[in-house]
């Protein structure tokens, strides 16, 4: 989106693009990348690049061993895609038989094992004949061999080599994640171009390959950023955001500051539940800015700090509403698919709604009374604003065919995002679209209708968020796949273990915390399955076959959506981050008081509801 009137000539110093280096903050964070990897490699550190480039190698090994009998360089093929299978579900923390039964073609593909169906049959006859407690016990002690008894010490030179180079990943990693985060709080250097020091860096250390980077700048939510954004510029050419925006707040017998705010957190925060948030994001975005510039008194500059306030509620409100309903986000997901995995134990979709859906209606207000407190606006009465666009509807008149097309396009993309995963895996679509593919293709489409030109897109999408956007996606990739989230999230963990938080609501509060933290620096799936993992383990161990354990798979999931802090942290920070009215420190403002509040909120809700209330008659703990 193009930067909002009223930014440039009324701002005292440069912001956002306007802005050049700042040299005497920049040097901060150069001279810390620099050094961090320079720094020698903790026993920590090796033992995590240890795991995470010899682990397989060890299992796969261990496993043709006890199973076959032969060495992994040995074996048939159906034999290796049995115990790459094993290893991978290991990885997953399933340790059930039926878990290696329910393993398809798909999922083979999707955790890059080569397999065919003849294989794939082969390998479940061999294990359907093994006893269930049998094969439980071959995963645990493959388990047990690359976390515990598999160490740097005990490696060849040969593979020292290659652990060296993991905990090398590792440090690098450490190092851009310090690098990022203090860019972007400082914004001591234009952002966008620090998505593309981070590929530079990766690349120029070795970390990952100039494919591997290029591949993923254009990974499938960059994509979808950019298709939001591109239909947004459509909702906003077409007039059909003004629309939606006098439908929804026409009724107010008092359109103040106040109440559209309330407004708009009601719609969107539930709505987030069940509705992807980087599409509530790009919707709800033209209709905070055309409230914005409504509200400009003739011959006065444009109140900013109502545009800040009435585009960070946007996002706040799509933040909040993700832990709704599983739907609401793949860290939901994820957590269930572990719970399973791991421990046997459902959550089934209507159940995790009747358990989450309470901190969203909790959040709701208090989010409003938030924003109201940190941010100040002097113009409170919007009066003037719902006027100008009732004026501007009516001289639109009825619904015009370009607005038309633009909502029924608009349907059809919704429809897609909702059903493009479950009927690929139906088998009704030939190929996995992803919600990149279909928001671009949505775009692709307005314009065959002759909804909008490219000239349009070229000059309303802000193409230095997509940009941004997508140097968070390989910074938030590389923390996890080089084990640095996994090490920061095992470090916390095993230092808290001795000041006896592994335990009870110490523990959830633990694990609450540090994912609340990691999800501020990656994706929310990757900061879920970083911590979900340790700390169901915990769980297990201390609480077996107690509520604990859905309650730490929940509360996880929960803590992995608090991301209010960082442009980075979510799609809808980045999507509102592209209306040009914000800066990093905005989101501080706002987000440090709703993350503290989150997470008190989160741990009183189950000490309170979750625990009083128990689950599917397991015991309490």
Same mark, same amino acid.
């Given at each position: 989106m193009s930067e909002p009137e009223g930014i440039r000539g009324h701002s005292e110093k440069p912001v956002g693009y306007d802005k050049y280096i700042d040299w005497k903050v920049f040097i901060i964070p150069a001279v810390l990348l620099i050094a961090i990897p320079l720094m020698p490699a903790t026993r920590g550190m090796q033992d995590v690049g240890t795991e995470y480039t010899i682990g397989e190698k060890v299992v796969v090994e261990m496993l043709s061993r006890k199973l076959f009998h032969k060495p992994q360089a040995d074996i048939e093929q159906w034999q290796l895609v049995t115990v790459r299978i094993m290893e991978q579900s290991m990885i997953n923390g399933a340790v059930r038989? =039926?878990?290696?039964?329910?393993?398809?073609?798909?999922?083979?593909? =999707?955790?890059?094992?080569?397999?065919?169906? =003849?294989?794939?049959?082969?390998?479940?006859?061999?294990?359907?004949k093994m006893n269930p407690e049998q094969y439980a016990a071959l995963i645990q002690e493959a388990a047990a061999l690359r976390a515990d008894t598999l160490s740097y010490d005990s490696l060849s030179d040969a593979d020292k080599k290659s652990a060296d180079k993991g905990a090398w990943k590792l440090k690098v990693a450490l190092a851009v994640m310090v690098f990022t985060v203090l860019c972007f709080v400082t914004g001591c250097i234009p952002l966008p171009s620090v998505a593309f020091c981070i590929g530079l860096i990766l690349v120029g250390t070795g970390v990952i390959s100039r494919d591997e980077v290029a591949a993923l700048y254009w990974s499938d939510a960059c994509w979808f950023i950019m298709g939001s954004l591109m239909f947004a510029a459509a909702f906003v050419k077409t007039g059909v955001d003004k629309r939606i925006c006098f439908f929804l707040f026409s009724k107010l017998a008092k359109p103040n500051v106040a109440a559209i705010t309330m407004v708009l957190i009601l719609v969107i925060a539930p709505c987030a539940s069940f509705i992807s948030d980087h599409a509530l994001a790009a919707i709800f975005l033209p209709i905070a800015i055309i409230l914005h510039r409504g509200s400009q008194v003739r011959g006065e500059p444009l109140d900013m700090e109502l545009g800040k306030m009435l585009v960070i509620t946007v996002a706040m409100a799509c933040n909040i509403g993700g832990f709704g309903a599983p739907s609401g986000g793949a860290r939901n997901v994820i957590m269930m698919s572990y719970l399973d995995d791991m421990f046997g134990t459902d959550i089934g979709y209507f159940q995790w709604v009747t358990y989450a859906m309470p901190f969203v209606f909790i959040m709701m207000p208090l989010t409003w009374l938030v924003i109201q407190a940190r941010f100040k606006p002097k113009t409170r009465d919007l009066s003037g604003a719902m006027a100008h666009i009732s004026e501007d509807i009516n001289h639109m008149g009825s619904w015009s065919r370009q607005q038309i097309v633009t909502l029924i396009i608009f349907a059809v993309m919704v429809f897609l995002w909702f059903t493009e995963k479950s009927f690929y895996d139906l088998g009704i679509y030939p190929v996995r679209l992803g919600i990149g593919v279909v928001a671009v293709g949505g775009a692709v489409a307005y314009i065959l209708a002759g909804v909008v030109n490219w000239r349009d897109y070229q000059e309303k999408v802000d193409w230095g968020v997509v940009w941004l956007y997508a140097g968070a996606i390989i910074f938030g990739t590389v923390l996890d796949k080089s084990g640095a989230a996994f090490f920061l999230a095992r470090s916390v963990v095993n230092a808290a273990a001795q000041f006896g938080m592994d335990s009870g609501m110490a523990l959830i509060g633990l694990a609450s915390l540090l994912t609340s933290v990691l999800t501020q620096l990656m994706a929310d799936g990757p900061a879920a399955a970083a911590v979900g993992p340790i700390t169901l383990n915990m769980a297990g161990i201390v609480h077996p076959g107690t509520a604990m354990l859905p309650f730490m798979s929940m509360a996880t999931a929960a803590a992995s959506s608090f991301a209010y802090c960082l442009i980075i942290g979510t799609p809808p920070n980045a999507i509102v981050y592209a209306s040009g009215y914000l800066e990093p420190k905005d989101y501080l403002r706002v987000g440090i008081p709703l993350w503290l509040i989150a997470n008190i909120v989160l741990l009183l809700l189950v000490y309170f509801y979750w625990m009083s209330r128990g689950f599917a008659g397991m015991s309490g703990f």
């Open positions: 038989q =039926k878990k290696f039964m329910s393993r398809d073609v798909k999922w083979c593909r =999707k955790n890059n094992i080569q397999a065919q169906e =003849k294989h794939l049959v082969q390998a479940k006859e061999f294990v359907g």
